[in-house]
Every structure is written in structure tokens, then in C-alpha cells.
């Protein structure tokens, strides 16, 4: 199940957002790094200038764009937004390459033939290309840039930092799993962070770690399987539910409510109350078997499958996770390639069964569908894991409740480039629009990200008057 | 004629040096940055561990090669072997892709359809992964490793410290134009330095300038044509003077002159004398003109054609440069597409005839030759120019004879980003063996290389200690 997990980095909380932007377009090379291909294509940015000081050389703040369209993360970067005014900054958000409508072939962009240029690399150098545009092509750059991102865009907001210096002057990555590679974190670590959200509820985690095996005993009789299908209101035949599949939509389902778990109602694939953990373990809140326990299971899916709806339905539990706003095969590529990032589960020191990181099985299901192996280390040699000694000016943020953590970078190095751990807080909380019912950790977040932003930018306006003049 | 420069931004003295090392060989991805092409070849590298203390992690000394066989700057580079005993440290020299024997597609590498590959920032790669299987594919890597280039190999050291920090602890970058990109630095300083260069010797800049106009007017009536010939003992038969071949050539010799104004005799295309300029200037030491002025052009430019050699030869100035260690056809290409440096000559403030920089021009020859246009700010977009504010732990060092300083990076930015001017000294002068008439300035900038080189390595062993190690 948990490759389709990194599918998921990236959720949408439904607020009711009216940014007004404009939607641009700006040619980049299909390959930054070599001259053997020459074909050039567009990528989509969204701007807005409204709140612009562009006389007085505000600053630009600009979204790395990740695995989706840019069109939601501009809706659901509120924080950007909600700070550009007082700024007078630009804002800019820029859509990754091979996603939304940055295909570089249309649609045949993801087929074999035509997706070897889906990488991390190339979308930074389209970024720092764009940034340069915006800048003019000066070779003193006027306008300080900041980049922001959340996840997968998070990781490209910092690595931005880290490679084009010169061209970003500090960076607000937040919930960037970029010690998530093979080697650096323990594989189980994001399903104990899980398993750690529903622990907070009373004996919620032990019912689901005991209903695994309830339920596939339960799958194994006729009777057993007629019970469940209609206990937990499955949809198809009575008699042909696949086990498998159950299995893989519930811990889905685990791990999404725990991403999300934020303090306001939310929307993504479906519609989630406020503390949605706490909310799904209500019904499971006492030490449950048998029978009893598939009713509260029942209950806590039902919330997952039917918040929010008019009309109940049942639970597709085969359809898999259909983020609309990402595209799956894009980060399934990436995901075989350089963004190889193990998870797994113990089912001892977790809530769910076990299931080992096998990377042989990994890469070569990934030959079978790409024809490439996965370059297991590439990630790591190109942007260094944790060993960020040398780099600046960025914020990592982390929500303690996010299983994204476990990839994070914990430790700050230096005052100039940060770690904020933020209580209460699930994935990337800190960048969404606020909401009347935010705690504090997050508003502190937020108060602590634009003091950085301020020093950043005073710290780029000082040193631009330095900058040598040749002859 | 300046377009040829740029293949000679490297050359050598020709010491006696018993450097001994193992050739290996190392695979790596043709393409780093993309998954589209999935061949792979070795690059070759010179490794040697005699003074290497394993055990207790001693450093790595890495040369970055640049635009030629391995072996030359394995032989050359003095420096590295001078101080690796000293340092415990093993020694590799990595050779550039698509120089010496590291072609991906052998004999064919430099034709149109295989050349793409040929980029700085694939080479960089290169190294990185190279770096990374010496230090045993360990995501916390044990051994400090030092970077050390000189000229386009200096830029490389340079950029390898700036885009993989995680990899290279810090880096000695001799003689690194780093600030010649199109826009940074003005074209004609290179020649003006040149021409600094034979004007601490009277009257030599100045008979030098007044010679071209007399060459050309010799060179338009039969007479005069013959007299050149005969007088600048020319090759070839003596009613077929190529006049601006001619110019280029005694162009193309000042400026070497320049470049390897060494205070030891050496040898590259052909042996020089110690301090090579003052030789040559000694026959242009007063005001000439006419036959005279020709005569003493003829007397120094047989010091150039003829010096060391047993039976004197005829000037053959039609060959052009012909570096045996470097790879034109692969410099040129480069030229071509990422490293776009400006040259030119105004006949005003330097020594030469006017010679205007023209891009578009430039550009052309480029397209006709390579099928590729330019990417005129892609070193600036990838490396920053002089804007390495972020960066750290590299020394900037050039010489003050150099022509190449054009395009240095001439203010220190911190402690940790160092620049030190070399009195008296020609390119990259700090990083050869060390001689007996070396003067002061050459061994102060040696010893601070060391002081750099020490504090780069204590604080990786300190850094080291405080790794984050995950649960």
C-alpha cells in the first residue's frame, strides 16, 4: 500500500478562497543540463501584483510548484496571500513540469518515451529560469525572492535555496521530507507517527490494530464476508469483496485522516469534520472485540467515506486514492526514480500489519512500468539528506501530527536555517489559509516565518549595495 | 582570433615531476539530470593512497578536471603532492567527461549527435558520484574531502563546493574566471592585463601596438611581404603571407607570454625562458620603428617559436594553438553553449588591433558548427557569478599577471569565502610544483591555502560529531 502513500503528500483543505490571479506561461528548455535535445516548452505561472511594490523593489514570493496543478496550491497557499500586503510583494506561483498543463508533450508526457525529463533538477532549473525573467535577466538581481512551498514543493522550496543561491534569498519549506530517503530514516517511523495521532484517543489505535485480523477472518467464511459488506457498507457484490484491497483502503484512510488532522472542518477526496481523528475515534473509544469492534470500525469509516454528503453511499473501497488535483502518474515516476522514500509498517510498534520495505520488489516493479530502475541514492547525492551545514535562510517546519515528520529535519543548524516544530499541527498546516480556529503553536509559526522572511530580505537589500561594480 | 583563448586557459610548465598514481575507472549515468537516456560510460581517474591515514579518516584530496587528459593535470598540479604528506591524504584526479579517454562514445564523442552530454553541470555530477563511491556510499560521509582546479578546472572546484556542500568540505579554486560571463566583467580587461603585463618593460606595450599597422602595411606590396618572411623567418613560401593568420599568431604569443609569465622557465607549446615577457621585451626596449621595430619583433617572437630548441625553425603561424593535453574540439563546444566569455581588444587601452566582441556573430559560427545556439546566461543562471554571498569555504586565488584575473572574483566575502591577489604571479601559479625561484608572494598564498585547508578539515571533524542519528 504505501507507495500509493506518496501520492498523497499533497492535500487540499476546502476553504473558500478568492485569489485573483493571472495565469502566464514561460518557455523553458526540455533539458537544462545537456544540449543533445532542443526542444523547449511552457510552463504555466500564476501571478499577481496587486499588492506589488515594484518601484521600491518588494519582494517577489514564489510558490515552487509541486506535483499537481498549480491552480490548488495558489488556493490553498493562504499564507502567502495572506502576507503579501503587508510586504507589497509579489506573488508568484509556478506549476512543475509534467504536471497541470506544464506538459512538455502533451499528452503523451508520461508515457515511457516522453517522461525521462520528470525530475526535481530540471523543475528547479525551470524555476530559477522564471526567476531570472522576473528579475529581468539582470546580472544583479533587485527584488528578493522567497520561495515557499509545502511537501513535495516544501523539499523544492529549500533545495531551490540550497542550489541557486544567487537567485532566492531565503526559503519557507514546510513539511519537507527531505530526510526521507533510503538510509536516513527508519521506514516505519511515518506509520508510528500515524499510529501516534490515534493514540492520543483512548484505546482508538489498539481496536484498529486488533481489527486487522478480525476482519480478514471474518473475509475468510461466507457468512463472515456478507457480514462485513454490509457492516462497514461496502460497495459491490456481497460475495466478492477482495480482502486486499479493504485492507489497503482502511490504512489509506488511517494515514489521510492523520495528515489532515487539522483543528477546522477540511475537504479533499472527501469531505472531513475538525480534530477528524478524534472525531473517527469516538466510535471506537473503548477496548472493542468481535462483532462490536467491526460496528465501530464501521462508524469511523463511514465518517472517512461520508462527511459532509447529502446522500450516504457506499464505500468504494477498490477505487484507491483519486486526488483530483494530483497527477498520480507523475509522482508514481518520480517516485520510481529519484524520490525513493521507504515506508513500511512493523505492526508492533504501529497500528497496522506488518509490511516490510522490500526495495527489490520496489524497483522492479518500477523497471517493469518505466524501464528505468530507480537511482536509489540520487536524491541524497544531489541535495544532501540532513547535512545542511552549508546551507541558509531556510525554515523547515514540521506538524507533530504529521507523518511526514518523519522525513524531516530536525535538528537547526544555525539560526539561519531553522527547524519549527509545530505542536498540534498536521501536514503543512502552517501555510494554509488561517481559520478562526487555529491554536497558537501555529499562529507562532507563522509569526516566527515572517520574522525570517523580514530578515531576509533586509539581509538581501544591504548586500546588493555591496556587490562589486567591475571598472 | 580570440575565440582560441579560451582553449588555452590551461597550460603547463614542464617540470621534471615523478608523480605515481593507479588509473582507474569509474561509471557513471550520461545523463544525471534526466531518465531519458539510460547509457552509462566510466570516466577515468588517478588515485594515490602513499600518504593516505585511513584509519583515522585523513582527508581526499580531489582534482576536478577540466578541459584536457587526466595526466597533465595529475603532473602538474605540484601543490596537491607537495602537501598530501603532510596532510595524510589520498590524492585523485578525476578526468572531465568527454576529455583524455573519458568519452562516453569513443571516437565519436565530439560529433554533433554524442556531444549534448558535454555540460559543467553532468561533470560536476560526475564527480559528486564519484566522491560519493570514495567515500563508500555512506550517507554520512567519513573523509573531509578537499577540492582543488585551476582556470575552468578552478571554476569546477568552485562550483562543486557551491552545489554539493554535502560532498566537498571546501575548495582551492587557483585562477577561476568565474566572473567572465557575458555582462559581469568587461571584455577588453583581458587584454588590458596582457598589455599590463609588457608594460612594466620600456617601450615594449607600445612597439608591440605600433607593429600591427607596419606589419599590415609591409605585408601589402611584394617587397615588404618577402622582407617579413625573411625577417620573421616565417614557414611557407615567402609570396604567400597570410597576414591575419600572421596577426593571430603574434596575438595568440603575447598573450600566452602573458599567461605563463612564470618566474621559472617552463614549457607548453614550446619552451620559455624564466619570466618569458622581460626575455621578449628586451628586444623591444626602445623606441622602434620601421625595420627596426620589425627586427625586434622577429627577435622576440623567436624567443616564443624557438626557445630550448636545438636547430632553430621556422615560425610556423599558420598551425595556430596546438596544446597537446587539452581537447579543443571539447573547449570550443563548451564555448559554444555554457561558457560564453566575452574577449576583445579596443587598440586603445591595450596593446592590440581592435577587435570587438560580437555575440551574434559568435553565435552563428556557434549554430553552424554545433547546431546549437549559446545558452549565453546559463553559467550565470546555474553558478551565480560573483554572487556567492551563501557560499562558503572556497579560496579564490589569482595572479596578478594573469589575464584569466579579468575574470575573478576579486572581493572575499567572509573568512570562509577568501580571495587572495598573487603579486608577480602568472596563471594559477599557486598550484604548481614549488621551485627555487619562487618568490614570496606565490609561497604566502601556499601557506594560506594550507591554513584554509586545516581549518576546512577540523570543522568537518567537528560537524561530523553532531549528525543527527535518527531513533
Same mark, same amino acid.
Given at each position: 500500500?504505501?507507495?500509493?502513500?506518496?501520492?498523497?503528500?499533497?492535500?487540499?483543505?476546502?476553504?473558500?478562497?478568492?485569489?485573483?490571479?493571472?495565469?502566464?506561461?514561460?518557455?523553458?528548455?526540455?533539458?537544462?543540463?545537456?544540449?543533445?535535445?532542443?526542444?523547449?516548452?511552457?510552463?504555466?505561472?500564476?501571478?499577481?501584483?496587486?499588492?506589488?511594490?515594484?518601484?521600491?523593489?518588494?519582494?517577489?514570493?514564489?510558490?515552487?510548484?509541486?506535483?499537481?496543478?498549480?491552480?490548488?496550491? @495558489?488556493?490553498?497557499?493562504?499564507?502567502?496571500?495572506?502576507?503579501? @500586503?503587508?510586504?507589497?510583494?509579489?506573488?508568484?506561483?509556478?506549476?512543475?513540469?509534467?504536471?497541470?498543463?506544464?506538459? $512538455?508533450?502533451?499528452?503523451?508526457?508520461?508515457?515511457?518515451?516522453?517522461?525521462?525529463?520528470?525530475?526535481?533538477?530540471?523543475?528547479?532549473?525551470?524555476?530559477?529560469?522564471?526567476?531570472?525573467?522576473?528579475?529581468?535577466?539582470?546580472?544583479?538581481?533587485?527584488?528578493?525572492? *522567497?520561495?515557499?512551498?509545502?511537501?513535495?514543493?516544501?523539499?523544492?522550496?529549500?533545495?531551490?535555496? *540550497?542550489?541557486? $543561491?544567487?537567485?532566492?534569498?531565503?526559503?519557507?519549506?514546510?513539511?519537507? $521530507?527531505?530526510?526521507?530517503?533510503?538510509?536516513?530514516?527508519?521506514?516505519?517511523?511515518?506509520?508510528?507517527?500515524?499510529?501516534?495521532?490515534?493514540?492520543?484517543?483512548?484505546?482508538?489505535?489498539?481496536?484498529?490494530?486488533?481489527?486487522?485480523?478480525?476482519?480478514?477472518?471474518?473475509?475468510?467464511?461466507?457468512?463472515?464476508?456478507?457480514?462485513?459488506?454490509?457492516?462497514?457498507?461496502?460497495?459491490?457484490?456481497?460475495?466478492?469483496?477482495?480482502?486486499?484491497?479493504?485492507?489497503?483502503?482502511?490504512?489509506?484512510?488511517?494515514?489521510?485522516?492523520?495528515?489532515?488532522?487539522?483543528?477546522?472542518?477540511?475537504?479533499?477526496?472527501?469531505?472531513?469534520?475538525?480534530?477528524?481523528?478524534?472525531?473517527?475515534?469516538?466510535?471506537?473509544?473503548?477496548?472493542?472485540?468481535?462483532?462490536?469492534?467491526?460496528?465501530?470500525?464501521?462508524?469511523?469509516?463511514?465518517?472517512?467515506?461520508?462527511?459532509?454528503?447529502?446522500?450516504?453511499?457506499?464505500?468504494?473501497?477498490?477505487?484507491?486514492?483519486?486526488?483530483?488535483?494530483?497527477?498520480?502518474?507523475?509522482?508514481?515516476?518520480? @517516485?520510481?526514480?529519484?524520490?525513493?522514500?521507504?515506508?513500511?509498517?512493523?505492526?508492533?510498534?504501529?497500528?497496522?500489519?506488518?509490511?516490510?520495505?522490500?526495495?527489490?520488489?520496489?524497483?522492479?516493479?518500477?523497471?517493469?512500468?518505466?524501464?528505468?530502475?530507480?537511482?536509489?541514492?540520487?536524491?541524497?547525492?544531489?541535495?544532501?539528506?540532513?547535512?545542511?551545514? @552549508?546551507?541558509?535562510?531556510?525554515?523547515?517546519?514540521?506538524?507533530?501530527?504529521? $507523518?511526514?515528520?518523519?522525513?524531516?529535519?530536525?535538528?537547526?543548524?544555525?539560526?539561519?536555517?531553522?527547524?519549527?516544530?509545530?505542536?498540534?499541527?498536521?501536514?503543512?498546516?502552517?501555510?494554509?489559509?488561517?481559520?478562526? +480556529?487555529?491554536?497558537?503553536?501555529?499562529?507562532?509559526?507563522?509569526?516566527?516565518?515572517?520574522?525570517?522572511?523580514?530578515?531576509?530580505? +533586509?539581509?538581501?537589500?544591504?548586500?546588493?549595495?555591496?556587490?562589486?561594480?567591475?571598472?
Amino acid at each position: 500500500m504505501w507507495r500509493y502513500l506518496l501520492l498523497s503528500m499533497f492535500l487540499f483543505v476546502n476553504v473558500n478562497t478568492h485569489y485573483l490571479y493571472q495565469t502566464k506561461w514561460f518557455e523553458v528548455p526540455l533539458d537544462h543540463f545537456g544540449l543533445g535535445r532542443k526542444e523547449t516548452f511552457k510552463i504555466k505561472y500564476l501571478e499577481n501584483e496587486d499588492y506589488w511594490n515594484k518601484n521600491e523593489y518588494g519582494p517577489i514570493f514564489f510558490y515552487t510548484g509541486n506535483e499537481g496543478q498549480i491552480e490548488a496550491f @495558489a488556493n490553498y497557499t493562504g499564507f502567502m496571500w495572506e502576507i503579501a @500586503a503587508e510586504y507589497q510583494a509579489k506573488i508568484v506561483f509556478a506549476e512543475h513540469r509534467y504536471y497541470g498543463e506544464s506538459k $512538455p508533450f502533451g499528452n503523451k508526457s508520461l508515457e515511457k518515451e516522453y517522461i525521462g525529463y520528470l525530475t526535481s533538477a530540471q523543475a528547479l532549473a525551470d524555476y530559477a529560469d522564471l526567476i531570472n525573467y522576473l528579475q529581468k535577466d539582470e546580472i544583479k538581481p533587485r527584488y528578493p525572492v *522567497i520561495a515557499f512551498g509545502g511537501s513535495y514543493g516544501g523539499m523544492l522550496a529549500a533545495y531551490i535555496r *540550497i542550489k541557486y $543561491p544567487h537567485l532566492v534569498a531565503g526559503a519557507i519549506a514546510a513539511s519537507a $521530507p527531505i530526510h526521507m530517503f533510503p538510509g536516513m530514516t527508519k521506514c516505519d517511523l511515518f506509520n508510528r507517527i500515524v499510529t501516534a495521532s490515534f493514540k492520543r484517543n483512548f484505546y482508538c489505535s489498539e481496536n484498529i490494530q486488533k481489527s486487522w485480523h478480525l476482519i480478514r477472518s471474518y473475509s475468510s467464511s461466507v457468512n463472515g464476508s456478507e457480514y462485513l459488506h454490509k457492516t462497514l457498507n461496502l460497495c459491490g457484490a456481497s460475495n466478492a469483496t477482495d480482502i486486499n484491497s479493504l485492507i489497503e483502503y482502511l490504512e489509506s484512510a488511517y494515514v489521510t485522516l492523520a495528515m489532515v488532522n487539522y483543528p477546522f472542518a477540511s475537504s479533499f477526496l472527501t469531505p472531513l469534520p475538525a480534530q477528524p481523528v478524534a472525531v473517527v475515534c469516538q466510535y471506537l473509544n473503548q477496548n472493542l472485540a468481535n462483532e462490536s469492534l467491526l460496528e465501530g470500525i464501521a462508524k469511523a469509516i463511514d465518517v472517512y467515506a461520508n462527511y459532509g454528503k447529502k446522500t450516504k453511499q457506499c464505500v468504494d473501497y477498490k477505487e484507491g486514492d483519486n486526488y483530483q488535483n494530483l497527477d498520480a502518474g507523475g509522482w508514481d515516476f518520480q @517516485a520510481c526514480t529519484e524520490m525513493v522514500m521507504p515506508v513500511c509498517s512493523t505492526g508492533q510498534n504501529d497500528m497496522f500489519e506488518a509490511s516490510p520495505w522490500n526495495f527489490t520488489k520496489y524497483s522492479e516493479d518500477c523497471y517493469k512500468k518505466y524501464n528505468v530502475y530507480p537511482r536509489e541514492n540520487m536524491a541524497r547525492l544531489e541535495y544532501g539528506g540532513d547535512l545542511l551545514q @552549508a546551507a541558509s535562510n531556510i525554515v523547515f517546519s514540521y506538524g507533530l501530527l504529521d $507523518p511526514w515528520t518523519a522525513g524531516g529535519f530536525i535538528s537547526s543548524v544555525s539560526d539561519s536555517v531553522d527547524v519549527i516544530l509545530i505542536a498540534d499541527a498536521a501536514h503543512h498546516l502552517d501555510l494554509m489559509p488561517s481559520s478562526p +480556529d487555529d491554536q497558537s503553536p501555529v499562529k507562532d509559526a507563522r509569526e516566527k516565518h515572517k520574522q525570517h522572511i523580514s530578515k531576509w530580505i +533586509d539581509s538581501f537589500r544591504a548586500r546588493n549595495k555591496h556587490v562589486v561594480t567591475y571598472l
